[in-house]
Every structure is written in structure tokens, then in C-alpha cells.
């Protein structure tokens, strides 16, 4: 039994062989892998991401940097008119539509009007009646006239009885009152005639102030009335505006009404056009309150006309500590001045592009507050770096920080 364990033995051949190749292979993978790791780490891409903070490029007035305060409002006409008839009668003709611009006087449309026509052809003949019967009246007072004198003298001869003189002078004076008759007549004649000049005119609708049409609200064939009052009538054929007279009408809160004064500069937005800002000027500050609101309404007027605007566009008013420039009322591209940074004669931001950093040089202009203008450099689409810090460089990783 002794001699049977003294034989035995373990070939470690195998082994050898195999832990040799495993040494061997286990430091070239190891040091592989620290070079490959040495290379990310040094082109960022295993560096851990940059917190950061981002803004994005903004489009701004530049007058906005000294806005006193902000209204909200709707563009109004001063002067509007629901233009209507005087008279109840269908309406046979309109001449205007939406849009139409009219002159003051211009015919806009114009009702039936037989009867108003036969009316004035009446009072003409009348008065042509009239001025007939002037001329008998007056033929009856030259030849009373003549025969009054012949009496008279043929009563100084004692030809004729002081009883045919009476009734001379009688006829002599019945012809001067029917002449002034005659002459009362024509005037009443042309009294008529003017009336029914004025009740024709009823029928054709004009137009009151220069202005521009807004609405129709009748067409041919319905009947237009004072008062509306039929199921089918209408009470009003057009509406018109004076598009000279738009002005801005604003709730400002009766805590910040301090702020505004009459002839104040302010600058006019409309949502319709909202690139642009309109110069304006404060016109009227109505001298009550609205106590549902708690505000005063203000009224700005624009400085200068613009055909684009019109009546009910919703509007917001900025009341400026000065007038605004011409450049001032441009937009411009703008960034926080924290995302610029200088580096030698360059100026610098970083954009995010695919969520890593990337250098942008760029051109700037004017400061205004805590905003610098950008000329050139960026597109305007990107997401700039506002927190720069060492660790903020171009091929970086990014996180953005959630504000």
C-alpha cells in the first residue's frame, strides 16, 4: 500500500501551458484598453457631461429694455357710423361693399322712391301754378291801378259820383292783396318743392364722413327701416369707419396709471403684424374707472398711418420712458451678455449642436440692459450656454439644467 502512494504523482504539464497563455494575454487587452480609454477620455467622450445652462436667441425691440409698463387693448374707430334710412322703404340699389371706400356725400345706396318722385313733380307744378296766378294778380293790379287814377281825376272835374270812386279804390286795393297773395303762394310753393326735394334725398343713403366700409347688412329687395322693427327689415344698410381715426384703447390697472401721463411716447404691437411696432403717443386718459375691472381705459394715438391697420385688430400698448429711435424700433437678435465671452479679439458663445458643445464666434452690437445684440455669427435657432465655466469646451457632452 505504501509503495502504491510513493508512485503516485501529478503532471503539471497541462496546466502550465494553459496558465502561460492566460498570463500572456490578460496584459496586452489591459494595456489596449487603458490606451483606447486614454484616447475618449481626451476627446471628451467619456468625460462626464457639463451641467449647463441654456437660453435660447431671442428677438427683441430694443425699446422694450425701457418700457415703463405693458396694456393690452383692441384697435377702435372714433368715428363709426351705422348708416340707416330716415324713411321705411325696399331697397332697390347699393353701390358699396365691404372694403369700399366712400367721400363724404357719395351715394352708398338708394331705396324705392316713386312716390317721393311724383311728390316733387306735384310741388313744381304747383308752383308753376302759382307764379301764373301772380302774373293775372298782377295784369288785375296794373289795370285797377289805372282805372283808380282815371276816377280820380274825373272826380276833381266832378265827371263821376264820389260812390264810383269808392269802389275804384276798392277794386284798386283787392288787386294789391291778391297780389301779395300770388307772391305768399309761390312762397309756400317753394316751401314745397323743397320738402319734397328732402324726402326724395331721404331715399338715397349717403355717406356722412370719409370713411371705408366695414359691413353690409342689407341687400336689394329688403326693407329698410328707421327702427327695425319687421322680422325681414333692417334697421342699418352699411357700417363705416374713418380709418383716420383708429386709436389704440388699453386697460391699464389703476395701480400703475401713475405711470402713464397724456403725450406720453409709447410704442403700438398688433398681433396681425407682429414684427413691427407703431410710434404712438398717449391721446386721451378717460377721466372714469371701470370698478369690474379696476382699471382706466387709455387711449393712444399712432403717430403714423399704416393702411394695414384696422378697426378691432387686438393691440398691445408699451408705455416708453422716451421716444424710440428709428434703429430702436427695429428687432435685433439678442442674448443674455453672460453667454459672450471674449478670448483674445474674439467674441465667443456656445451653441448645443447634437447635445454637445460647439464654438461660435460671433459679432456683436449694442447692449441693452442684460441683453447684447448679435450681428452676425448665429442662425438664430440655436440654444446658447449661459453659465460658462473651465469646464465649458467645444466637443464637450452637455446636460442640460432644468430651470
Avoid at 372714469?288 to 379696476?294: G, Q, S, V
Avoid at 427695429?330 to 479679439?345: L, M, Q, S, Y
Wanted: include cysteine; proline fraction near 3%; aromatic fraction near 6%.
Amino acid at each position: 500500500m505504501v509503495d502504491d502512494l510513493t508512485k503516485l504523482r501529478i503532471d503539471k504539464s497541462k496546466f502550465q501551458v494553459r496558465r502561460s497563455k492566460k498570463i500572456q494575454g490578460i496584459p496586452f487587452f489591459i494595456i489596449a484598453g487603458i490606451i483606447m480609454a486614454g484616447v475618449f477620455y481626451g476627446t471628451g467622450i467619456i468625460k462626464p457631461a457639463v451641467h449647463v445652462r441654456v437660453s435660447n436667441i431671442s428677438t427683441i425691440f430694443p425699446s422694450q429694455t425701457f418700457t415703463l409698463l405693458n396694456a393690452s387693448g383692441y384697435i377702435v374707430a372714433q368715428r363709426k357710423s351705422a348708416v340707416s334710412s330716415k324713411i321705411t322703404s325696399w331697397l332697390v340699389s347699393l353701390s358699396v361693399e365691404e372694403g369700399s371706400r366712400v367721400k363724404k356725400g357719395d351715394v352708398i345706396a338708394c331705396l324705392e322712391n316713386n312716390d317721393a318722385v311724383a311728390a316733387l313733380k306735384r310741388a313744381k307744378a304747383d308752383l308753376n301754378v302759382a307764379r301764373y296766378r301772380l302774373r293775372q294778380a298782377e295784369a288785375e293790379l296794373t289795370e285797377a291801378g289805372l282805372s283808380y287814377n282815371r276816377t280820380i281825376e274825373l272826380l276833381q272835374k266832378g265827371v263821376v259820383s264820389p260812390s264810383e270812386y269808392d269802389s275804384a279804390e276798392a277794386k284798386y286795393k283787392l288787386a294789391i292783396a291778391a297780389v301779395e297773395e300770388r307772391r305768399a303762394a309761390i312762397r309756400a310753393g317753394k316751401a314745397a318743392v323743397k320738402e319734397a326735394r328732402v324726402n326724395l334725398d331721404y331715399t338715397y343713403l349717403r355717406a356722412p364722413f370719409d370713411a371705408v366700409v366695414l359691413t353690409k347688412n342689407a341687400d336689394i329687395g329688403d326693407i329698410v327701416t328707421p327702427v327695425g322693427a319687421a322680422v325681414n327689415a333692417r334697421a342699418s344698410v352699411v357700417t363705416i369707419a374713418d380709418l383716420d381715426s383708429l386709436l389704440a384703447e388699453v386697460d391699464v390697472s389703476e395701480s400703475n396709471i401713475e405711470q402713464v401721463s397724456l403725450g406720453q411716447p409709447c410704442e403700438i404691437q398688433l398681433d396681425a403684424l407682429s414684427n413691427e411696432r407703431f410710434r404712438g403717443k398717449v391721446h386721451m386718459i378717460v377721466p372714469t374707472a371701470d370698478r369690474t375691472k379696476a382699471s382706466i381705459l387709455v387711449k393712444a394715438a399712432f403717430v403714423d398711418k399704416d393702411p394695414r391697420i384696422m378697426p378691432e385688430m387686438s393691440a398691445k400698448v408699451a408705455f416708453l420712458k422716451r421716444q424710440s429711435t428709428d434703429d430702436e424700433r427695429n428687432p435685433i437678435k439678442a442674448v443674455p451678455e453672460t453667454a459672450v465671452r471674449t478670448i483674445g479679439e474674439k467674441s465667443v458663445v456656445y451653441a448645443i449642436e447634437n447635445n454637445r458643445l460647439a464654438e461660435k464666434i460671433v459679432s456683436t452690437g449694442r447692449r441693452y440692459d442684460s441683453m447684447i445684440e448679435i450681428v452676425s455669427g448665429l442662425d438664430g435657432n440655436e440654444k446658447i450656454v449661459t453659465n460658462w465655466n473651465k469646464k465649458v469646451k467645444s466637443g464637450r457632452k452637455v446636460e442640460i439644467i432644468e430651470e
